[in-house]
């Protein structure tokens, strides 16, 4: 004769099943790793710090001795005019390294082991742009501080303006490197990552309003200029570190930087999830 144990349901003696950590947690051991990979390089430390100074005393250098005064805004010096467009240009091409960190994590391993934990590959992304967007933030300080003590950079705008300029900057960088990052992942080569971020970003930059109004454009040139997205952002930067008017600059730029990280992302994790 056997005798039929009933099962019991409501035990409560079972351990739960671990899920692993919180979207945060991730993020945050994620960036905390890139960041720690940086700063125990010597090499990516001198080159993160030569970088911002070469940007900073090229530009000015060479184009302020091409610039035409009555072009300016009223009491607007040229290095004035000039500095917003040097820190965009700076931030643009550091957003190009996330991606291209993002190709050498896939292709060295790190990637593949990280993919055995249960992490989700957007907080592997969302570390990469946060450490990124973290040493453009110090680079981009480092900037203001040489351009004020050694330039004599000291715009309308005052500190406030220097600030919600530098914001908006990072907001710029922070949308790019989302693009770039979406191509390194579709791409995984570092050879094709390098030579499309050149042939993107010397038109961005160069066919905008950053170095030069406008006006003094050719008049081919002027209608490339003004559909330019980055026209956008240079002038709503430039507006606030000046302290214009340009609360209807700062819309639109915003706008545009939300679009492209917001459609970036979507293609980067799709991009990620592929089989390595």
Excluded: K
Aim: hydrophobic share 55%.
């Amino acid at each position: 004769m056997t005798t039929t144990l009933p099962l019991n349901t409501g035990s409560t003696n079972l351990a739960p099943r671990w899920n692993g950590s919180s979207a945060v947690t991730q993020i945050v051991v994620l960036t905390a790793r890139s960041l720690r990979s940086f700063i125990t390089d010597p090499g990516l430390v001198l080159v993160g710090l030569i970088q911002p100074v070469m940007t900073l005393f090229v530009f000015t250098q060479i184009f302020t001795n091409f610039a035409l005064a009555a072009d300016l805004p009223a009491g607007t010096e040229y290095l004035d005019f000039l500095m917003p467009a040097v820190l965009v240009n700076h931030v643009v091409q550091t957003s190009s390294q996330t991606g291209i960190g993002l190709v050498e994590d896939l292709r060295n391993g790190i990637v593949a082991r990280l993919r055995s934990l249960p992490i989700m590959p957007s907080s592997l992304l969302l570390a990469r742009s946060t450490s990124d967007l973290v040493r453009s933030a110090l680079q981009v300080l480092l900037i203001l501080v040489l351009a004020v003590t050694v330039l004599g950079y000291s715009p309308q705008g005052g500190i406030a303006g220097m600030v919600l300029s530098s914001l908006l900057t990072l907001g710029v960088g922070s949308a790019l490197s989302w693009a770039f990052l979406a191509m390194g992942a579709c791409l995984r080569r570092t050879e094709p990552m390098q030579n499309i971020s050149i042939l993107v970003m010397v038109p961005l930059m160069f066919i905008s309003s950053a170095f030069v109004p406008i006006a003094e454009l050719p008049d081919w040139l002027e209608f490339i200029a003004r559909i330019n997205p980055l026209t956008y952002a240079v002038d709503a930067s430039r507006a606030v570190a000046l302290g214009l008017d340009g609360t209807h600059l700062v819309g639109p730029s915003l706008l545009v930087s939300a679009l492209v990280a917001l459609v970036s992302a979507v293609v980067a994790v799709r991009g990620f999830r592929r089989p390595l």
